[in-house]
């Protein structure tokens, strides 16, 4: 989905412009997709892309540079289980925030950039430095729902399924415990215990 408003901000139609979507799997195969020419463009990260530009592959557009609205990560539940288990979801949320504010302290950033090499195989320190600086200006530290972001998901998804045009998104979003967490100081106390202001 992703893609796909990448291929709108360009001012391509998949459908009409006859582009194919595979599912080949993380930035690391998407990446050795491209170089073995499995297929022929991907949406990748910073360090990727820096990577594949060094070895002659066109980057057409920064997602640093442009703001499209979508959700790539969420928690979801049933309702039932969040009215149910409403502190084990709040823990769940706090212990994210938490490692969001790791993440982002200058003081982590040796072990962060380590965790980047180990996780995402990239040993160039010019790229890592410029992964690094994606998540840190990329990185919503105080992670509500984007309303926008999950009605750019359920257009994209109309195609495939029509009745989702019968989705109201304020009725499947509960920023509540957020909320809570925001309002009671905790998100920004965690983020001075780790010396961000």
């Known amino acids: ?22 599912v080949i799997g993380d930035q690391t195969l998407l990446a050795q997709a491209l170089e073995t020419g499995t297929i022929d463009a991907a949406n990748l990260d910073s360090s990727f892309r820096r990577k594949l530009k060094q ?15 979508i959700v790539s990560q969420g928690i979801v539940m049933t309702a039932e289980y969040l009215h149910r288990q409403p502190r084990v979801v709040e823990g769940v949320l706090q212990a ?18 380590k965790t980047l090499t180990r996780k995402l195989g990239v040993l160039d320190p010019s790229a890592l430095e410029e992964g690094y600086q994606e998540i840190l200006t990329g990185l919503d530290r105080k992670p509500y729902p984007s309303l926008e972001g999950m009605k750019n998901i359920r257009r ?3 195609a495939r399924e029509p009745r989702l045009a019968n989705v109201k998104i304020e009725n499947i979003v509960d920023d509540e415990l957020m909320r809570k967490l ?15 202001k």
Not at 55 to 69: E, H, P
Not at 96 to 111: C, D
Request: aromatic residues 10%; glycine residues 8%.
């Open 182 to 196: 925001d309002s009671s100081g905790f998100i920004d106390r965690v983020y001075r215990v780790y010396g961000i």
């Open 96 to 113: 994210l925030i938490e490692g969001l504010a790791f993440t982002v302290a200058p003081a982590n950033k040796a072990l962060v950039l």
């Open 1 to 22: 989905m992703g893609t796909m408003l990448w291929l709108e901000h360009l001012g391509l139609d998949a459908q009409n412009d006859d582009i194919r979507f595979l």
């Open 55 to 69: 070895k002659g592959f066109s980057v057409l557009t920064d997602a640093t540079k442009v703001n499209l609205l």
């Open 156 to 158: 994209l998804l109309q």
